[in-house]
């Protein structure tokens, strides 16, 4: 039987899940040295394409009917592979966070998941490449949490929320930096230093007990 302090910790995330607010503080929390930053608004893109790579391997798993021609256009120029319905879904979920950002952003996220397919169906050595930005990126990020933020990374703790929120880290950092939503940036900001402050002092804690 699991803890039952687990048990509402997992509930309290899955009543926050469309929280934005909540959402980016989990994730900002464990990326505030700029290195790491850095290094991450780098990577995360990279990762995102090459996992679409993969995706895109499964081919069209939808079929439009010969009857609905927008449909079959559409599919033409998205075809419904794995990688294009996932990062479909995933503009959705940003879309329902954030309205504007989300709309905003829909064509870069379609856009690549659309690059990687092409990138896939027209080179022999798209999974090999794949396959090394993969590693390369991952060790990268990596490097920044364990030399530059010293502290786990978000997958650590939560897997899927880590790798569903990365691109949208990503996408916050730069509009922030443009000026968009001046308050919200502020409001998190002053979470994410008392999250930091407080993982500080546990951990300041747990070395004391140790000696």
């Known amino acids: 039987m699991a803890p ?14 469309f929280d934005l607010k909540y959402q980016l503080t989990q994730y900002a929390s464990h990326h505030n040295n700029p290195v790491n930053i850095g290094i991450h ?12 790579v993969f995706a895109s391997k499964t081919g ?31 503009c959705l979920y940003y879309i329902k966070l954030d309205k504007v950002a989300g709309l905003l952003t829909m064509p870069l996220f379609m856009g690549l998941a659309k690059h990687a397919t092409a990138f896939n169906n027209t080179r022999t050595d798209a999974t090999k490449i794949a396959t090394l930005v993969q590693i390369v990126a991952w060790g990268a990020q990596f490097i920044g949490h364990g030399v530059y933020e010293k502290r786990a990374p978000k997958l650590v703790d939560n897997l899927l929320q880590a790798l569903v929120l990365a691109p949208y880290f990503v996408v916050y950092e730069v509009l922030f930096t443009l000026g968009y939503r001046p308050k919200l940036k502020a409001e998190l ?7 930091i402050r407080e993982f500080k002092a546990k951990k300041a804690l747990e070395d004391k007990k140790k000696h």
């Not at 039952?4 to 899940?17: A, M, N, P, V, Y």
């Not at 900001?189 to 999250?195: E, R």
Request: aromatic residues 10%; charged residues 15%; positive net charge.
């Open 189 to 195: 900001y002053k979470l994410v230093d008392a999250d």
């Open 4 to 17: 039952q302090h687990s048990r509402l910790e997992d509930g309290k995330q899955s009543s926050r899940i």
């Open 41 to 52: 608004l780098t990577c995360i893109p990279l990762i995102l394409w090459s996992a679409l």
């Open 60 to 90: 069209p798993l939808l079929q439009a009917p010969a009857s609905a021609k927008f449909l079959t256009g559409l599919f033409q120029s998205f075809p419904p592979n794995a990688g294009i319905l996932t990062m479909f879904a995933y």
